[in-house]
């Protein structure tokens, strides 16, 4: 009785922990909806579907934990299968690429102002024309642009204001020769805007050929994660007494060690999948320099 209690309370712990983080982690809700149409959303939409799969999860992890400690008297699997089955699949779920979207986003907008600048446009013209079919990625981005244009911005200040936007070395490569093109009048800027786009599709092929790679041992790890998962636990239902040390305070001890030094292997290798941050090209800093080097030189005396 005393271990079927211990377990009731493990996993009602485990289960608000678990419930808090798949809060914090779930898509923000729909805003400026009414009643029937958030119900919708909430029923129908790929956010209601996310967050009944969470749901699902949660509740499939809890009542993993309470029936593994009901079944083999060990109060710890209370806490550790849903820990486990809830976490798990979150470690080796594949991160998202944000470098790899973006330079995906910024090739599509590079090759629509390039199409658009054969008609006579202009680099700034071209660059509010291109807001009307922007990627969704950069859709807000490509806005805020166009509003600074509107607001008497230069096009290098905006330009270099939307690489802050976006924080990313593709980004300033990106915008850098777009701010040297417009800077020159717009002569050459087809021909610039169609080398940046050989520049951009090379780079994706490249970036895409890493991320096939990196993806190789998550698949792997997948694999063995699960053979390994299946394996002890048909061992752990038919093993008889080859698990029983594992029953003492000791034993649950060694095992939380040993599950724990397992997702942190396992977190490791997911740190070492990840792709490393690299140094912008335009920072404010680097920025500021050309402009109090130009300012210096005018007012030299003549």
């Not at 710890?76 to 798990?88: I, N």
Request: glycine share 8%.
């Amino acid at each position: 009785m005393g271990a079927v209690l211990a377990a009731v309370c493990g996993v009602l712990m485990v289960g608000g922990a678990v419930l808090a983080i798949a809060g914090f982690n779930s898509p923000r809700a729909p805003q400026r909806l009414s009643s029937t149409g958030l119900w919708k959303e909430l029923v129908d939409s790929r956010y209601g579907r996310a967050v009944r799969r969470r749901w699902w999860q949660v509740a499939l992890a809890l009542l993993g934990g309470l029936l593994a400690a009901s079944v083999t008297g060990w109060p710890l699997l209370a806490a550790l299968v849903p820990a486990v089955g809830y976490g798990l699949p979150l470690i080796l779920s594949a991160p998202p690429n944000r470098e790899l979207a973006l330079l995906e986003a910024l090739d599509r907008w590079v090759r629509a102002l390039a199409s658009l600048l054969p008609t006579g446009r202009s680099i700034t013209d071209a660059i509010r024309v291109s807001v009307r079919q922007a990627p969704s990625l950069l859709a807000a981005q490509l806005h805020l642009l166009a509003a600074r244009l509107e607001d008497r911005w230069t096009i290098q200040q905006a330009l270099y204001a939307l690489a802050d936007d976006l924080d990313s070395p593709d980004a300033d490569a990106v915008l850098a020769a777009l701010a040297l093109a417009a800077q020159r009048g717009g002569t050459g800027a087809g021909a610039t805007l169609a080398a940046l786009a050989e520049t951009i599709s090379e780079r994706l092929h490249a970036l895409r050929e890493i991320e096939t790679e990196r993806a190789k041992p998550r698949f792997v790890v997948r694999q063995v994660t699960l053979i390994t998962a299946v394996v002890l636990g048909l061992a752990l239902l038919f093993g008889g007494s080859f698990f029983a040390p594992y029953g003492t305070d000791l034993g649950q001890t060694l095992l939380a060690v040993l599950v724990t030094a397992y997702l942190g292997s396992l977190l490791f290798l997911r740190r070492m999948t990840l792709p490393r941050p690299r140094q912008r090209i335009l920072r404010r800093a680097a920025r500021a320099e050309p402009i109090l080097a130009a300012a210096h030189a005018a007012s030299r005396p003549t």
